[in-house]
């Protein structure tokens, strides 16, 4: 067979094979080469700021620098002057199947003014299903009783998996 600009050689079928590698096992396809990353571009550092947290699954910067870390159990964390505030923002109930849970934050582009984060999670319930509401900032926490509902899914329309995407305002 004919030698590709990568080095592979091409199969009978015009499949791509690097040299020297066996075949993967029948109905499995191997990737193709990676390059990752595995040094910093100059001016970069690394530095772990936080610890402990179970299961990120996204994160907001507010204008003030506080970070706001979202986990799949329902828990808003902040990240304040480089250190994880020992109180949760809040804790919402939600259905910890594999990939639901709390799926999703987002500060509202007035966040340091109205104090208006959305969430996005899977709401505990014999029947799980996806709701979107905005939540009021009181300080480093949310101001009690401030969740309103903006979006819900009918429970049958709620996926058993992962439901994906980042949530923007």
């Known amino acids: 067979g004919s030698v590709d600009a990568f080095?592979?050689?091409?199969s009978k079928r015009g499949r791509a094979r690097r040299a020297g590698v066996p075949r993967p096992p029948v109905g499995?396809?191997?990737l193709e080469?990676?390059?990752l990353l595995s040094t910093l571009p100059p001016g970069f550092a690394e530095?772990?700021?936080a610890g402990g947290l179970s299961s990120p699954v996204a994160m907001e910067i507010a204008a003030d620098g506080?970070?706001?870390v979202a986990d799949q159990y329902g828990s808003i964390h902040i990240i304040k002057n480089d250190a994880l505030l020992a109180t949760p923002f809040a804790t919402l109930d939600v259905n910890?199947?594999?990939?639901?849970?709390?799926?999703g934050i987002?500060?509202?582009?007035?966040?340091l003014s109205n104090g208006f984060l959305y969430?996005?999670?899977?709401?505990?319930?014999?029947?799980p299903y996806l709701r979107i509401s905005r939540v009021t900032a009181d300080g480093d926490g949310m101001l009690a009783g401030s969740e309103m509902v903006r979006f819900e899914t009918a429970a049958s329309a709620a996926p058993r998996v992962h439901l994906g995407g980042r949530r923007h305002v």
């Open 33 to 35: 080469p990676r390059q």
């Open 28 to 30: 499995l396809e191997w």
């Open 96 to 103: 910890l199947p594999p990939e639901q849970g709390l799926q």
């Open 66 to 68: 506080r970070v706001f």
């Open 47 to 49: 530095l772990q700021v």
């Open 7 to 10: 080095g592979s050689k091409s």
């Open 119 to 127: 969430v996005s999670y899977v709401v505990n319930d014999a029947s």
């Open 106 to 111: 987002a500060l509202d582009p007035d966040f």
